[in-house]
């Protein structure tokens, strides 16, 4: 019976890199490069019923975007119309675009698969 590796929290892997620190077990170095900065894609939308009973949309900007269901059917209406995607094809000359978020990517191309990769946009 083969025994499956359980997946490593960061946290765990911190703390572990940490106690090595701590005990002389690992360098500086050898920790700093243990611990990359990655690159993480934005994660997929999803949607949550606030408080108050409106749906809170996450994911698409760094706040949710909150309306109450009438409005969201509004606004897929309008979506759904084609409206929104011509008046940006109109007036794109004059309207401004969010560049791409280019996070500070720190991993090395010979690090190996049990590096501790931190999105450093969450710590």
């Known amino acids: 019976m083969s025994e499956e590796k359980k997946p ?10 940490l ?4 005990s002389e077990e690992m360098s500086l170095n050898d920790a700093l490069n243990k611990i990359q900065l990655k690159d993480v ?3 997929r939308p999803y949607c949550k019923v606030t408080a108050g009973g409106a749906l809170a949309l996450y994911g ?8 109450y269901a009438d409005q969201w059917n509004k606004l897929i209406k309008v979506t759904k119309s084609n409206y929104l995607e011509n008046y940006i094809k109109y ?4 309207l401004k675009f969010k560049p791409r978020n280019n996070k500070y990517l720190a991993k090395t191309s010979n690090s190996n698969d049990n590096d501790l990769i ?6």
């Open 8 to 17: 490593v929290s960061a946290y765990q892997q911190l703390s572990g890199i």
């Open 19 to 22: 106690n090595a620190l701590k």
């Open 91 to 94: 007036n794109e000359s004059r």
């Open 60 to 67: 698409i900007s760094k706040q949710p975007i909150v309306l």
């Open 41 to 43: 894609p934005p994660s």
């Open 118 to 123: 931190i999105d450093h946009d969450s710590v």
